[in-house]
């Protein structure tokens, strides 16, 4: 018995000696890391944007004054909400701009400056890719000034614009897009010159928003 007991506790003094010797394979496994959330679309976003006007047509019926080419600068800020319904990516906007769009002619001069637009957002996720197209009420200050007098009206009307915009991060994405915009003429009171104007134009914009 004794013998016994002399050869187990000889075999489990050597194994004890053997596996310290093995190398520690566990110290070599990297930590565990939890998957990173898949990329979505899907939120609250707002940020800014610039961009230039180009061919601008105040549509004036001014003693044969017309003015058909305006352009100039604007900036804003945009806000919306994105649902993306895998790759489908629904949304709605809203926006504020100013812009200095001038065109003058013969004494007659005519102004696009402050505008605004809330337009629902179609797009198709190509990942960290999302091309869109948008249409939607525009609301904008049209000025008109001839004669010595001026007379500004906002009005209401229809923009529609194509564009693309990029997840550079999971909280920032930048964006181009290509607007229409389109105001029905109206009557203006300029003294006893008898006007009419809207506005019509393009505009490339280019901008950045912050995903919450």
Do not use: C
Not at 45 to 66: E, K, L, M, P
Not at 90 to 96: D, H, K, P, Q, T
Not at 135 to 157: H, P
């Amino acid at each position: 018995m004794k013998k016994l007991l002399l050869a187990m506790a000889a075999t489990l003094i050597a194994g004890s000696a053997y596996a310290a010797d093995l190398p520690n394979y566990q110290e070599n496994q990297p930590a565990y890391q939890a998957a990173e959330p898949a990329m979505t679309w899907t939120g609250f976003y707002a940020g800014a944007n610039i961009g230039y006007n180009f061919s601008g047509d105040f549509d004036t019926h001014i003693v044969s004054t017309r003015l058909n080419s305006g352009s100039g600068f604007s900036g804003g800020v945009q806000a919306g909400y994105n649902m993306q319904f895998n790759p489908i990516v629904l949304g709605i906007e809203g926006s504020i701009n100013y812009g200095s769009v001038t065109d003058s002619f013969a004494g007659a001069r005519g102004n696009y400056g402050f505008n605004g637009s809330l337009t629902p957002r179609l797009g198709y996720a190509m990942g960290n890719l999302m091309p869109y197209v948008k249409a939607g009420l525009a609301v904008g200050d049209v000025e008109l000034k001839a004669s010595g007098a001026s007379a500004s009206q906002t009005r209401a009307g229809w923009t529609a614009g194509v564009g693309a915009e990029y997840m550079v991060t999971p909280q920032i994405s930048v964006r181009a897009e290509y607007n229409y915009t389109d105001y029905s003429r109206t009557n203006y009171t300029l003294g006893l010159t008898p006007a009419s104007a809207g506005y019509s134009g393009s505009d490339i914009k280019l901008g950045v928003n912050y995903h919450f």
